[in-house]
């Protein structure tokens, strides 16, 4: 899967937002996607679920119904329940939805057996938001596609959560599955096999193993390197 020499302008823009974005996904390791606020990780997102259509380039990846794309704004009634939102998934990927909630998850994890029992019943609207976002990705992940975009998965949760959620990803590189998730927090990658490509300024700057970017920036800081990065 790989872009090549994508360019995209929003229509109300007066600038081109991608002036030559090639990168390639590696299918072995969770891809990562990093750049400054409005560099366009969204907006690029967009353009590889096929959302947007980019004026000019070659893009190789599945096509839509083959796509799992969680955004940040994923949404559902603060009035639902937990449960319903396990049911309503399980029947929308045509399986039969049960009433006993440990039939929805996979883990042998005991805490997390216990949040479920506990997510179960609460409204989704009273679910902390790393609460919500472990239970959304812990089931949109059981559906089955060949790629998996996830936009900042982890901002705003706990180590625990960012810990469950980074689980559930591997779980998907396990299976064989293509997995790009965006993030702020770099400190997370210095454990994680991961690909990085860094976006900035209209352009992949980078893309390959963060060991390797920090050694470029000559600094064990990811903060540091992103900041000397993004001031080029
Ligand atoms: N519909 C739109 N029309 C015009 N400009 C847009 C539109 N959507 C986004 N933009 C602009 O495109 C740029 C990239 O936005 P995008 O949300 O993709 O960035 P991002 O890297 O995901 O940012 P963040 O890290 O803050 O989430 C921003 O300058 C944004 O204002």
New binding site residues.
């Given amino acids: 899967m790989k872009a090549e020499q994508i360019i995209y302008k929003?229509k109300?823009?007066k600038k081109v937002?991608f002036e030559d974005v090639s990168f390639r996904l590696h299918p072995d390791k969770i891809n990562v996607l990093v750049?400054p606020?409005?560099?366009?990780?969204?907006?690029l997102f967009d353009c590889i679920s096929g959302i947007l259509r980019p004026q000019a380039g070659n893009m190789v990846f599945p096509r839509m119904d083959d796509i799992l794309y969680v955004t940040q704004s994923v949404f559902f009634s603060p009035e639902l329940k937990g449960k319903d939102f396990l049911k309503f998934i399980k029947r929308i990927g045509n399986q039969p939805a049960s009433s006993q909630p440990l039939d929805y998850m996979k883990s042998e994890d005991e805490r997390e057996k216990e949040l479920l029992l506990k997510l179960w019943d609460l409204k989704i609207g009273k679910m902390s938001v790393g609460e919500r976002k472990w239970l959304f990705i812990m089931m949109l992940t059981q559906i089955e596609r060949e790629l998996y975009l996830l936009d900042e998965p982890t901002s705003g949760v706990d180590p625990t959560s960012r810990k469950r959620i980074f689980n559930l990803v591997n779980h998907l590189v396990a299976r064989k599955k293509t997995v790009v998730i965006s993030t702020?927090q770099l400190n997370e990658l210095l454990h994680l096999d991961c690909h990085m490509i860094f976006l900035h300024k209209g352009k992949i700057r980078y893309e390959g193993n963060i060991d390797k970017w920090l050694e470029m920036h000559d600094t064990d800081d990811p903060d540091h390197a992103f900041d000397l990065a993004t001031s080029l």
């Avoid at 606020?37 to 907006?43: F, I, L, R, V, Y």
């Fill in positions: 929003y109300q823009a937002l750049g606020n409005g560099a366009g990780k969204t907006t702020h």
